[in-house]
């Protein structure tokens, strides 16, 4: 059973007490935190020993939403100034060209980048699967990689002929979307704590499933345990589809198909009124709040304090790449904890002299990107360093031109008030995946080539 001693770091465990230790340490055997606290109180002896003095140490990002096959359509000239339906119009042709090998090296791409900015657990909603890809190519790639995934089998089923937005050409039949999502189910989903691929069902979004399929995906899904993900609420074109079709709005909808309860979590949730905001909070559905993407596509900015206020559990998401245009999960805290202000500012804090009215701080900003996001996967073994939860960190040396006068006040907000670099250390289950600023377990360089000549390809026709 390899150990690993990590000592005179200024550790944030994100416990239920909000735990720091200026000089600490973790002790780690075989994959789990045997020991967190003061490095004075650590074992003088492991396997391997590490100094991060000058570093903070955070419990590994979770990032909840990604598609990761987006990172070879990012800033497509034509999709550049579109909303969601327009860009998705634009984009669903392209991504119909997708081979299974596209499917690979992106995950390995979105996988790199998110390693790179301390995320150690990542879900992604794959659902197209054209000319032969599955979701055991990313489930593969992934492996490489050496992230937790949280692989979410999407799927569309209502196409253009039937009254949806994507085209035919990239939708499936319910009966083959469901026998695949058992078989995926039965081939890699592992309940266990240290769990490093879990299955999750995530029917698309309203406008691209039928609700046969959102009904029978609750029930599949429910028979073996694992989580429901979908898009929801994203945008006020969506809120009309569902009026008009369904005759309910979103969430109202969402309950009518029987996808409410604390195994569900929703992308966006960007459009709901406060008496949706408690449904949310009595089912115990989970939230991700994507910024990035929702500023990118001009969606809106979700109510991440109400629902906060409420007590639903919420998460931060980098969305696909295409609409974000990256996967920088430390940067996507940052966009969040900066829109929390903007929002704000909307609704008049300026001219507040309400003491009570807080903002949001750093430290909120990186519980939701770590103890939030765990909760909203519904993962109890991971989201904060503490006796016998995964060994998932990662770590930043704060002594570095972009931290210079700031970290010397509060190392840990100056991860989130100043500009996101690449993290130093990003450690999953024990295992390193990024060593002094590089992903180790894969050749950075000879991936960007492949991913561009992928993308290039792929725009190409
Ligand atoms: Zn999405």
Redesign the pocket.
Known sequence: MPTLLIKHAYIVTMDDHQREFPDGGLFVRDGFIEQVGPTSELPPEADEILDLNGHVLLPGLVNT?H?FYQTLTRVVPPAQDANLFNWLKTLYPIWARLRPEDIFISTQTALSELALSGCTTASD?LYLFPNGSKLDDEIAAAKETGLRLQASRGSMSLGESKGGLPPDSVVDTEEHILKDSQRLIESYHDPKPGAMTQVVLAPCSPFSVTSDLMRESAKLARQYGVHLHT?LAETEDEEQFCLDRFGHRPVGYMQEVDWVGEDVWF?HAIWVNDEEIGVFAKHKCGVVHCPSSNMRLASGIAPIKEYRAAGVNVGIGV??SASNDGSHLLGEVRQAFLLSRVKEGITGYSLSNDPNRKLMTAREALYLGTRGGAAVLGRTDIGSLEVGKCADFFAVNVNRLEYSGGAVHDPVSALVFCQPVRVDYTVVGGRFVVREGCVVTLDERKLVEKHNQAAKRLLSG
């Open positions: 939403h598609h909603h898009h992308a969305d696909g």
